[in-house]
């Protein structure tokens, strides 16, 4: 039998001889300021001005004017895990995420959630008395408890956070978007014709957040962390925008890499006896790509560019408003990166990514027929590796790398009630993990050793408080390992040991190189052949440090890790047959039926009376997808294979009542299918489907309605079905294709 909690007061047989009590209302302080976070996704170290690049970036440089820039802040290479990282404060594969939240490999240091013994910022600063908010991209839980369904216990609103707003995956449409408000899943409130964009809708719910709050207690203060799904692909942005930058990355990435390199130079963020790393294997010179390709990779860099302008335009809009609160002064506020700039645009970059990962690699000379949908709602981009690199200037390798390229990126601390030194630079190594150590350093508390019954693990991240009032302040940073899919690297006093590591390759086969990135933070100067005695200690330093943090077993499966796995008390069942009895809200990808690659039977129980249309089945979005929708009383199938649409359509219109309505796909040799419609088992159509995609979409399900872009260009989203649909199911019948398994891991990937 439980204890009632401890009263502070008496209680006696009346009112007259007791005396109440009130517990003391938790609170920080009059003095402890507010705490912004501004992360940027798939953003290289010089892709913002006050970094180097061109682009125009007004807001967040006025924020470097008025704070400090630190040149040498480190993070893991990929979201998820600097995510988990910066908001506790401890090494990722502590808290259970070694790679991304979509896959768990039964191991402590990777479970596709942070683990309840690592308390999150949120978390700490709740019961501190802080309100606090999570706006933007989450990806901290498990992809297939994402769904209605849930569990919740790892999103936002479960891990401290008083409210949510946002998408919960790693990436989304930033038009047409999935999502989520606190614990449930919405429509976008407006469509792209509307003028609508993520971003814009984003800081529109963080100031209302905020001023919900400071109205009702203005003595409260906040914590905000703003993710955006910006830079990360796909690149969209108004069109304004976009004609903003025609013709501003003409010249090609050699010659823009030169010049932000000079940039950085000249404004003191890098050593003056720097290196440009040489061009990474696969880009190629400017000068020897022909016309057409090189059209089509400076359209997209303007594309990444207008995204980028946009966003920072965003951020100076939330900045204004705290100013005019009131609230800026006391405002902790800090713009970083998750990791360095991405290199899934492959060599020559993409239109759609779901082509490049079903293994079909757009050539320029066809992609230039569609240079003006770059960066509009219709297109889904990412850039080529030539300006990937670019972005990472002065610096080799990209995101996913343990090189300076995946890891080194930018972080501005602005707090001009503190900051003595606005426009300071800071040199000191510091990596993503100091971020909730130096928070609670400078609101003055400490995170608790047990937290609700729950024993801690203790911060390894240590407070860089002290840069913030001195330049030379020493790092408080002894030792960081970085691992990321077999590749590693470990920093030590101005030395990094790193390797790349090829999958399948023995671990100890793995070549290392040594720099001393105090004078070469490029990694130019390997002395691994000259000093062989420090790199050993190095490796072997490498190895200690690998087993404190939980970095072991090293793993670098991909395609295994991301396949569904079909089990008991999961969205996934062991039969492989799906049943879902409308209404029922979208279902993200990883938690909905695994459809490419596969064979499968999809049945929708309907009653319906003539003239009822509308979608019974949808997934993906108007660039690649399935729908299955009746239209003019006829039942239709829409294959959008990127926009080459196959479509069946029964032959005679259906008849009205209670109807089975059933479509069966069989794939075929040679990435062939064909296609049957069926109403109460008799085929009313049929026809072949010229090509199987592996991967569909980003884009999960929805059921009696298409969620988001429309998937067939026959009707306006979302076309809810009309009459009654008592019962949709979808039966597997054929297991994936290796390359099928290969296409969407490598989708998965390239979505982080």
Same mark, same amino acid.
């Given at each position: 039998m439980g204890t009632a909690p401890e009263f502070g007061g008496t209680i006696g047989r009346t009112l007259a001889d007791s005396t109440p009590w009130w517990p003391e209302t938790p609170h920080p302080g009059d003095d402890a300021p507010n705490v912004v976070i501004v992360l940027f996704d798939a953003l290289g170290f010089a892709q913002l001005g006050c970094y180097g690049s061109t682009s125009d970036t007004p807001e967040v440089d006025a924020l470097a004017a008025n704070g400090l820039r630190y040149t040498n802040f480190h993070v893991t290479p990929l979201c998820s895990p600097t995510r988990a990282a910066l908001l506790t404060g401890r090494n990722h594969h502590t808290v259970g995420m070694r790679g991304v939240s979509n896959f768990d490999t039964g191991f402590p240091h990777m479970t596709g959630h942070v683990s309840p013994h690592t308390a999150t910022l949120a978390e700490v600063l709740h019961d501190e008395g802080y309100a606090t908010f999570a706006v933007g991209k989450w990806h901290l839980a498990p992809m297939e408890q994402c769904s209605q369904a849930g569990p919740f216990d790892h999103w936002p609103c479960q891990r401290g956070f008083d409210r949510f707003y946002g998408f919960l995956d790693g990436e989304t449409d930033q038009f047409s978007p999935s999502l989520t408000y606190d614990n449930h899943m919405i429509e976008p409130p407006a469509r792209p014709e509307d003028g609508y964009h993520v971003s814009e809708d984003l800081v529109d719910k963080a100031i209302e957040f905020v001023h919900d709050t400071k109205s009702v207690r203005p003595d409260k203060p906040f914590f905000l962390y703003l993710a955006f799904g910006a830079t990360h692909a796909p690149h969209q942005a108004p069109a304004e925008l976009l004609q903003k930058y025609r013709g501003a990355f003409d010249e090609g990435w050699d010659v823009v890499r030169e010049r932000w390199f000079r940039n950085q130079l000249a404004m003191g963020l890098i050593p003056p006896d720097t290196e440009l790393a040489p061009r990474n294997p696969g880009v190629e010179p400017w000068d020897d790509l022909d016309d057409d390709t090189a059209r089509l990779a400076a359209r997209l860099q303007e594309a990444f560019a207008a995204f980028l302008e946009h966003t920072d335009i965003q951020i100076g809009r939330l900045v204004d408003d705290l100013r005019e609160m009131g609230e800026l002064d006391n405002t902790v506020l800090m713009v970083l990166a998750d990791n360095g700039a991405s290199q899934e645009g492959g060599p020559y970059g993409v239109l759609h990514e779901m082509k490049f990962f079903n293994g079909i690699l757009e050539t320029p000379d066809t992609a230039v027929a569609h240079l003006d949908e770059i960066g509009g709602p219709h297109s889904h981009t990412n850039y080529p590796w030539g300006w990937a690199q670019a972005g990472n200037t002065p610096f080799k390798w990209y995101k996913q790398n343990t090189h300076e390229g995946g890891v080194h990126v930018p972080l501005i601390v602005h707090w001009p009630d503190h900051i003595t030194d606005p426009g300071g630079v800071r040199t000191q190594f510091q990596h993503v993990d100091d971020v909730a150590a130096t928070v609670y350093d400078l609101i003055g508390i400490a995170p608790p050793p047990v937290r609700r019954g729950i024993d801690q693990i203790p911060l390894s991240g240590t407070s860089f408080t002290a840069s913030l009032d001195a330049a030379d302040a020493p790092t408080g940073k002894d030792v960081q390992y970085f691992e990321m899919f077999g590749h590693r690297g470990l920093w030590h006093e101005g030395w990094k040991a790193v390797t790349r590591h090829e999958p399948g390759?023995?671990?100890?086969?793995?070549? %290392?190189?040594?720099?001393?990135? /105090?004078?070469?933070?490029? #990694?130019?100067?390997?002395?691994?052949?000259? @000093?062989? #005695?420090?790199? /050993?200690?190095?490796?072997?330093? %490498? %190895? +200690?440090?690998? #087993?404190?943090? =939980? +970095?072991? &077993?090293?793993?670098?499966?991909?395609? #295994?890790?991301?396949?569904?796995?079909?089990?008991?008390?999961?969205?996934? &069942?062991?039969?492989?047959?799906?049943?879902?009895?409308?209404? +029922?809200?979208? *279902?993200?990808? @990883? /938690? !909905?039926?695994?459809? =490419? !690659?596969?064979? %499968?039977?999809?049945?929708?129980?309907?009653?319906?009376?003539?003239?009822? @249309? !509308?979608? *019974?089945?949808?997934? =993906?979005?108007e660039n690649s997808g399935i729908a299955v929708f009746v239209d003019d009383d006829h039942l239709v199938f829409d294959y959008n294979a990127f926009d080459d649409h196959t479509i069946v359509r029964s032959a005679a219109p259906l008849p009205a009542g209670a109807r089975r309505l059933a479509v069966e796909f069989r794939r075929g040799p040679n990435r062939t299918a064909t296609v049957r419609l069926l109403v109460d088992d008799t085929e009313v159509g049929n026809g072949d489907v010229p090509w199987v995609m592996g991967t569909i979409s980003s884009t999960g399900a929805s059921i009696g309605y298409d969620n988001g872009s429309p998937v067939s260009r026959a009707y306006a989203a979302p076309n809810p079905c009309q009459g009654r649909l008592d019962l949709l199911e979808l039966q597997l019948v054929s297991r994936r294709s290796r390359a099928a398994a290969e296409s969407e891991a490598s989708t998965e990937m390239g979505r982080q």
């Open positions: 390759v023995d671990f100890d086969d793995d070549v %290392w190189e040594l720099y001393h990135v /105090a004078e070469d933070p490029s #990694e130019c100067r390997d002395l691994a052949a000259e @000093q062989p #005695e420090k790199l /050993a200690e190095m490796i072997d330093r %490498w %190895w +200690v440090e690998a #087993e404190k943090h =939980g +970095v072991l &077993p090293l793993d670098d499966r991909s395609i #295994e890790l991301f396949n569904s796995r079909f089990r008991e008390r999961s969205p996934h &069942p062991p039969d492989r047959h799906y049943r879902y009895r409308p209404p +029922v809200s979208p *279902l993200p990808m @990883q /938690a !909905g039926p695994p459809m =490419g !690659g596969r064979s %499968w039977d999809l049945t929708a129980h309907v009653e319906r009376t003539a003239g009822d @249309q !509308g979608v *019974l089945f949808a997934t =993906g979005t």
